[in-house]
């Protein structure tokens, strides 16, 4: 049995997967045997051809023939000669091994594809880029770290997964994941409690206890895996499984249901989401709107920024599906432990408590910042859209935020397109000098919403990331339910809301302190809405 820290509830029994690790990281050598390098990047795309071919015939399976039909065009890719056949002959012109010679090639067309303004041939680009990553892990001799040909009831196991990993994985195949680094709040484990599947983090060695195909419990309430269990065990496992399935069938009775406390006081409880799509999620749940949208997930699994009309029509599709209820929408938050391949940014020490968020948005005005608070002002027209600032520091930061959202609204206004006038903007309150200010920034902004998935870990100086020092990570610590008051004391002193969208929001022991604190709004998961509704409607 192995132990490590819980982060999404439910209980899978599966197989494992070890997902490796991938690093791609390509060395120029100077080749002296031709034939025998461009032999093995030969082999290397006959094995691609082989694992396309098996994922073609589980797509056909699995969602039809038109989604299907996407491996044949990068089939088609393995013997255009303008790109395997223009490796091939890189290696022979120039001399070089086959990672090397295969990544110029990737390089240029994904220059020449970028650059184009049609959509269809910017899908191109990403195709070559697809399949260029898949025969170069081959050549690396990293199939292992795919997962894309998964069996039914995996658990997958890894060192980390990174918030795109997470975002990638089929629910249909992977129902639990466990991994050796990480805490409650990275990002990881939030995916896993959007996707609704039991995980576990922090396991510290989980990779190296166990053997692919080996068979596995996973208890994410408890956050311990039994691996190669006996039946009875198994037994066991079944009976909870059914028990949690029945107590959530209980719960859904509460879908519909407003919440208040027991004397009376409004309190809303709504969901967090990554994709445009996890709003149904939200809804099934009960949510009672959407009290964060981390707009970073529509950045991510992409080749290149969204334009200002692919983000547009996201929002727009969030803010319909939520008629009057709130949206909030977070501007984008990259940098920690969320990256986007297309923005490369330079190394940091201290990642969390560097560029980031908001700062890296206003040094990036019009390339990035501009492009998305357009597209949301247009959506705002919609529906009840609110937007939100993340990582702010100081009244200036957020009046600085504020001037370039009056820049897009000029804009727009000339432009002769609608937008909600009074759309309200709100911060998030994640950095403890914000909530120690949050008197003076009360007076400036329609809402706050508390972070505290950060606001802990700055608070308490421990890595949310890190499980060698969760013990510290206490949400309940005096330190962080000082500032947590502070704020929203300062909110409803200016006859603000305030809300919180940290995990703490969902979190059935801290729920009863926030609630008598007077925090307006809890969001949180959509899996964790409907008990802290039961939670809510019992204080
Ligand atoms: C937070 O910091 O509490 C938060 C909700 O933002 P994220 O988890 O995306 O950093
Ligand atoms: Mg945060």
């Not at 292992?144 to 890894?158: P, Q, R, Y």
């Not at 409650?184 to 609704?196: G, K």
């Not at 330190?479 to 979190?507: F, N, P, Q, S, Y």
Request: hydrophobic fraction near 40%.
């Amino acid at each position: 049995m192995k132990k490590g820290i819980a982060a999404s509830k439910g209980y899978a029994i599966g197989k494992v997967f070890i997902k490796e690790d991938l690093e791609i990281e390509v060395i120029e050598k100077t080749i002296e045997d031709i034939d025998a390098e461009k032999k093995r990047f030969e082999s290397a795309l006959k094995e691609t051809r082989t694992q396309l071919e098996e994922i073609k015939a589980k797509a056909l399976k699995e969602v039809g023939e038109e989604k299907a039909a996407v491996f044949d065009s990068h089939m088609m890719l393995l013997d255009d000669p303008e790109f395997t056949g223009a490796v091939s002959s890189n290696i022979e012109n120039n001399k070089v091994n086959g990672e090397k010679a295969l990544q110029d090639v990737i390089d240029m067309y994904s220059a020449i594809f970028a650059s184009m303004e049609d959509e269809y041939m910017r899908e191109r680009g990403a195709d070559v880029k697809d399949v260029g990553k898949r025969i170069m892990i081959n050549l690396l001799g990293k199939a292992g770290s795919m997962m894309d040909n998964l069996d039914e009831n995996t658990v997958v196991v890894a060192t980390d997964l990174t918030p795109s990993d997470t975002a990638q994985l089929d629910k249909t195949k992977v129902i639990a994941f466990l991994t050796n680094i990480g805490g409650r709040t990275s990002h990881s484990a939030i995916m896993a409690r959007t996707l609704e599947i039991p995980a576990i983090v922090g396991m510290k060695d989980i990779t190296t206890s166990v053997k692919n195909g080996d068979s596995i419990i996973v208890d994410g309430a408890e956050g311990i895996a039994i691996i190669n269990p006996d039946d009875a065990t198994i037994k066991e496992y079944e009976k909870r499984k059914a028990k949690f399935q029945e107590e959530l069938e209980e719960l859904k009775k509460l879908i519909s249901v407003e919440t208040h406390t027991k004397d009376g006081r409004r309190v809303e409880v709504c969901g967090n989401i990554g994709k445009p799509q996890d709003v149904n999620q939200v809804l099934e749940n009960g949510g009672e709107g959407i009290g964060l949208f981390r707009t970073e997930f529509l950045y991510m699994d992409r080749d290149v920024m969204p334009t200002e009309d692919e983000q547009f029509e996201s929002y727009k599709y969030v803010t319909e599906k939520m008629g009057e209820r709130p949206v909030v929408i977070r501007t984008l938050d990259i940098g920690g432990d969320k990256k986007l391949p297309y923005l490369p940014l330079p190394e940091e020490m201290n990642p969390f408590l560097g560029y980031r968020a908001i700062r890296l948005c206003l040094d990036k005005k019009e390339e990035i910042f501009k492009i998305q608070l357009r597209a949301l002002l247009r959506a705002s027209a919609f529906g009840n859209l609110k937007i939100m600032f993340p990582m702010i520091s100081s009244l200036e930061e957020f009046l600085e935020a504020k001037e370039v959202l009056k820049e897009c609204m000029d804009e727009l206004r000339k432009e002769g397109k609608d937008f909600n006038e009074n759309v309200d903007t709100g911060i998030m309150v994640e950095i403890p000098a914000a909530a120690v200010c949050a008197d003076e920034i009360a007076k400036h902004v329609d809402f706050f919403s508390i972070g505290t998935n950060d606001l802990i870990q700055y608070t308490l100086a421990a890595d949310r990331m890190n499980e060698k020092v969760s013990y510290l990570y206490n949400p309940m610590h005096p330190a962080v339910l000082r500032l947590i008051k502070m704020t929203i004391d300062a909110a409803h002193k200016e006859g603000k809301w305030c809300g919180m969208c940290g995990e703490m929001a969902g979190d059935e022991v801290a729920i009863p302190t926030l609630v008598e604190y007077g925090l307006d709004e809890h969001s949180m998961s959509a899996s964790s809405i409907l008990t802290a509704k039961k939670i809510i409607l019992e204080k």
